[in-house]
């Protein structure tokens, strides 16, 4: 046991996902049965309200309610964009002297990760005994170490859902479909469309992710031969592929650019992102194959906020394992005393198992797609990802039918 007596704070940080509050929840009640631990508190809005001192008293909440919790998307506690500096973490390290918080759990991404981290540093510098865990949580599926990230099983089952059903559409009324997915520098949820796929002539035919150089020539010459052969083609583009350059160094306009053009404001976060989720690329895109290629009927949607909360699009194996790193969380810290960042590894055709990793591994920053998933071209993804991706999305994918029915035939024309 850690022997160690105070409080638990928990926050949730970043972007939310469907399952975070399984993290929440499963860290909560496995904290609850140790007997060092005085209170759980929950802290309003990540960071934000460990410094403001606006706490919730998770002690207090019945299990009945929490269960309830766990099955509702998006972060109950609310979350935050803030990016604490080195005096905005020494200020949550006082918040943390000043009440007996001796054990800190931040559900969250690649920025909540580095939070961790500093403040356990500085706690170890300052000579007072804390516990810091993160608790990995990220539909980009973006974090080092990990086979993948909790909250990304599930966007991606949406993705994969939304384009067999964007298929069948384009089935039906063909033509250009594209549609924008979230991944700012990697391309993990857009590849998860290839998993729509039942039939070798299905879209998506096409996928462009952030880790490849993105040209437009490039771009309308694909879809000029999915086309001639389909008489259709549905695609699937990561938001981020505005970052890189044209293949003749020609560079993609900024997102910032393409909202001014469409009379929006750009917006920046505390992480000096510019917002990508407006629509702004689709309509560009979309444009681009109009003119370019000429082709009448050329459709765009952006899959923003969507595909992070939808209730109704949920991994099991995703909830499951979301439940077991907040668990996880509480086991390493209160039971064996140490801090660092709950990972899941793989093992075997398919099992999760789980260790802690130093969060120095993790802290700030990125993991890329791997070269064996992306296809020569660039422009779609391999056999080796769809086999990756397959047992993360649970049971009971829907699996649409084609009418199988020969043509009628008339004698003497």
Known sequence: MSGLKGKVVIAQGGGPTVVINQSLVGAVL?????????????????VRGIVHQSFVDLSEATTHNLERVAQTPSSAL??????????????????????????????????????VRIVGEYAVKEGYELRAIHIPKTVD????????????????????????????????????????????????????????????????????????????????????????????CVIAIS???????????KEIPLAADLMRKAGRQPEVDAHGNVQLSG???????????????????????????????????????????AREVGEKAAHY???QGVSGSVVIKRAGDYAARYELADVRQIAAQTRHMPDEFINAEGNNVTDAFRAYLRPLLGDGMPSLERLWAPAVTFNGG
């Open 30 to 46: 496995e904290s609850r049965k140790f007997s060092e631990v005085t209170r759980v508190w929950g802290a309003r809005h990540g």
């Open 78 to 115: 609310g979350s935050t964009r803030d990016k604490p500096d080195a005096e905005y973490c020494q200020n949550i390290l006082n918040v943390f002297k000043k009440h007996e918080v001796r054990y800190f759990f931040y559900i969250g991404g690649n920025d909540s990760s580095d939070t």
């Open 141 to 232: 599926n973006d974090l080092p170490v990990n086979d993948h990230c909790p909250g990304y099983p599930s966007a991606a089952r949406f993705v994969a859902g939304a384009f067999r059903g964007a298929n069948s559409d384009n089935m039906a009324l063909q033509g250009v479909y594209i549609a924008v997915i979230m991944g700012r520098h990697a391309g993990w949820l857009t590849a998860a469309s290839a998993l729509a796929r039942q039939h070798d002539d299905d879209g998506p035919h096409l996928i462009y992710l952030p880790e490849r150089q993105f040209s437009i020539d490039r771009y309308l010459a694909d879809i000029e031969r999915v086309y001639q052969r389909h008489g259709r």
């Open 239 to 249: 938001e981020g592929v505005w970052a890189n350059r044209d293949g003749k160094g």
């Open 279 to 321: 629509g702004a690329l689709a309509d560009e895109l979309a444009a681009t194959v109009q003119g370019g290629l000429g082709i009448k009927r050329v459709r765009a949607d952006t899959f923003g906020y969507l595909q992070r909360s939808f209730p109704g699009v949920v991994s099991d194996v995703d909830a499951r394992e």
């Open 333 to 335: 810290a209160c039971g």
